[in-house]
């Protein structure tokens, strides 16, 4: 390939750099967003002509351009393979990473043509579907790293990855911080972040570590929770192959914790139902991954989850919030089930809080999805904690019954989602609290036609 089509090809690249203003797109005049639709339509034929020149070059239809030793594109002026193919893959990925939810504005720069070319480019070679290490170093050391080194995170030694004993900068530095964030100028650099992490192999973190916390916490620790919620899913993915030990020597296990905690006070964000469901199991992950079974600090670290997390900084100011609520409802089966009947210290907060809507209230109209989620979590204490049902079968089994009346009596149909969850949950509370069975034969009794069904899982005498 000429040397005139190498320049052609970077200034390709260069014109596919996203403009800072999709950082703010939801806050644009609309002459502002006609001239980032019209870069936003003429993406995809950016993308289709990087995708043509780079694969002339991997396929080897030129003689001037090899593959070599599977590391990469050497040409025969010099230009280091990894730099070529860093660059092509931090222009692309914010196209092709469309993995999250769509519709929320998240990728303001993407369409479906460009994001069908830039999967095509990500998936054309073993260079991107199996990035080596030193790609990924590259990626990390020379595209992402200048784009957040104007804002240090001031309790991270940005050289090691390790936490400092106190923060940079003084007892202002975490203020300070957020000043001049020269990284909110490139949109699209945490998608690049995360499929860099969800290609690193185990065994390269030791290296890499300095590279991929400094971004991630300065994700995690933003104000705005679109960022906070980019963080969360990065800690999740690197949470998969991490060595157990590395967040412990580093220090970085705490701050994480610290960060996670933060993410569940943004309770009136579009983000917080993704952001609260993220962060709660990430904290999970954190905690099980850092501790041993059946250790107090184990107990102690998903008390905090549950207890300080969830109840007391989520529940306890989401009465007008229901969708954080829920959020937190379809986190919660995990994290009962790791506690186990440790959540026995929560059930005064937890039983309320579950049976709370599947009661009818007036002039109200009932959430399926929170009466679906609430029988969720409530089947997962029951069997967390059977012990202790005896005391709650009579608060349990009357939102259950309420419920149940009003999907028979309102609906034409019933939604047989909630029906069978319904009739679960008694079979469940039957389980664990035998005596109950007693109430379920009086219902049956006094109105076989309407609770027949619910019981039809539990030997009741008719």
């Known amino acids: 390939m000429p040397i005139a089509e190498n320049k052609s090809l970077q200034s390709l690249i260069d014109a596919l750099r ?17 001239s980032l639709d019209e870069w936003k339509r003429d993406a995809p034929n950016v993308l289709s002509e990087i995708r043509i020149l780079f694969l002339l070059r991997t396929q080897g239809d030129n003689e001037d351009h090899k593959l070599v030793g599977g590391e990469g594109i050497q040409d025969n002026e010099g230009t280091p393979p990894l730099k070529e193919l860093g660059d092509i893959a931090f222009a692309v990925t914010p196209f092709a990473a469309v993995k999250f939810e769509r519709d929320n504005g998240e990728y303001p720069w993407v369409t479906l043509s460009s994001a069908e070319v830039a999967q095509d480019i990500l998936s054309a070679t073993p260079q991107f579907t199996h990035p080596t290490k030193c790609l990924l170093v590259q990626i990390l050391t020379h595209n992402i790293k200048p784009i957040f080194q104007s804002n240090p995170h001031p309790s991270l030694n940005l050289e090691t990855g390790r936490k400092l004993l106190r923060p940079a900068g003084g007892p202002m530095a975490s203020q300070d911080y957020y000043f001049g964030q020269e990284w909110k100028n490139s949109p699209g650099a945490a998608t690049v972040v995360l499929w860099c992490v969800s290609n690193i192999q185990k065994d390269w973190y030791e290296e890499v570590w300095p590279l991929v916390i400094p971004p991630v916490m300065t994700l995690l620790d933003d ?8 963080g969360v899913r990065i800690v999740l993915e690197m949470l998969k192959h991490v060595p157990k030990d590395l967040p412990r020597r580093t220090g970085v296990d705490g701050l994480l914790r610290s960060s996670l905690k933060t993410c569940l006070a943004h309770l009136q964000n579009p983000e917080t139902g993704p952001l609260l ?8 992950e954190l905690a099980m991954m850092t501790t041993q079974f059946g250790s107090e600090q184990r107990f102690n670290e998903l008390c905090a989850l549950l207890g300080d997390g969830i109840i007391e900084d989520v529940w306890l100011y989401s009465e007008d919030k229901p969708d954080a609520v829920l959020a937190t409802l379809q986190a919660l089966p995990p994290v009962v089930q790791a506690l186990g009947v440790g959540c026995a210290r929560y059930l005064k907060d937890l039983i309320p809080q579950l049976v709370h809507p599947l009661i009818p209230k007036l002039l109200v109209e009932p959430r399926l999805d929170m009466q679906l989620a609430s029988l969720g979590v409530l089947q997962a204490v029951m069997e967390a904690c059977p012990p202790r049902m005896h005391r709650w079968k009579g608060t349990i089994l009357n939102g259950i019954c309420r419920c149940w009346v009003v999907m028979i009596v309102d609906q034409d149909v019933p939604d047989q989602t909630l029906k069978r969850e319904l009739q679960s949950a008694c079979k469940m509370l039957a389980e664990v609290c035998p005596s109950v069975v007693e109430e379920y034969q009086k219902l049956v009794a006094i109105d076989k036609k309407m609770f027949g069904d619910l019981f039809v899982r539990i030997p009741v005498s008719q």
């Open 223 to 230: 104000y705005e929770a679109k960022y906070k919620l980019w």
């Open 18 to 34: 996203i403009p800072p203003d999709f950082g703010r797109y939801e806050n644009l005049e609309p002459a502002a967003l006609s």
């Open 277 to 284: 469901r993220a962060a709660i199991s990430a904290w999970l």
